[in-house]
């Protein structure tokens, strides 16, 4: 059976030209993913690559989370264009997260949430990451200190406050994430939580909040009154 090529098609239904023509917005997701992808193989043209790709990772948010082993394993996929995928979605998580200079001021949750939500919510293990604030509640430096299985992250208090101290921390806020897309604190999490509260007063730097990730959904101990 003869390859279906791209330049076959209809110029106005190839998806770089329909995105000139009626927008970004009118393309779905395989065909803005044939765009990264660039071209197909010898099989396949590049639409059906993405198609497929799409379906044997599950959705879109599987393929950007993927290390460069699992994309390579895909039939199609080489170390350019799974290179190519790692590279956006480290700048989308770059885009959405702290990871330039400028100064981040936390009032409140949604402060957190807005800034780290897409950067957390799609971590396939889970993640503990430490905000570290100087006196004027503003981010001095953020960095993921540990990384647990896909359903318990490792948390030590040396970790936490070794950091802050080298870095004169006023106070602190964690975050991590559920990888169930289910931000209810385990007894565990609230544990956990309370401890490093107490460790944090002995050395004068407040805990003051420790933020849960689901998807696209979050707890503040906090505001559940566990800190």
């Known amino acids: ?11 106005n239904e190839r998806p770089r030209e329909k995105m000139i023509i009626y927008g970004v917005e009118s393309l779905g997701n395989s065909e803005l993913l044939a765009i990264l992808l660039g071209s197909g193989s010898k099989k396949e043209n590049v639409l059906q ?5 799409l379906k044997e990772f599950g959705g879109l948010n599987n393929v950007f989370s993927a290390s460069s082993k699992e994309l390579t394993e895909i039939q199609g996929i080489g170390i350019a264009k799974a290179s190519q995928l790692i590279a956006l979605s480290e700048l989308c998580k770059r885009y959405r997260s702290y990871k330039s200079k400028e100064k981040i001021k936390i009032t409140e949750p ?11 919510r799609v971590y396939s293990k889970e993640i503990l990451k430490l905000l570290v604030l100087n006196t004027k509640k503003e981010i001095v430096t953020a960095r993921n200190i540990s990384m647990g299985t896909n359903n318990s992250a490792l948390i030590h208090p040396r970790e936490v406050f070794n950091l802050a101290i080298k870095n004169s921390g006023d106070s602190i806020i964690l975050i991590h994430n559920h990888p169930s897309g289910d931000p209810k604190p385990s007894k565990n999490d609230i544990n956990v939580t309370i401890r490093l509260k107490e460790c944090g007063k002995l050395l004068g730097i407040d805990l003051i909040d420790h933020i849960i990730i689901g998807d696209r959904k979050f707890t503040s101990m906090k505001e559940k009154g566990f800190i």
Do not use: G
């Open 1 to 11: 059976m003869k390859q279906l090529k791209l330049k076959d098609i209809p110029c």
């Open 49 to 53: 690559l993405s198609s497929r790709v």
């Open 110 to 120: 949604k402060d957190i949430v807005e800034n780290f939500m897409e950067e957390m």
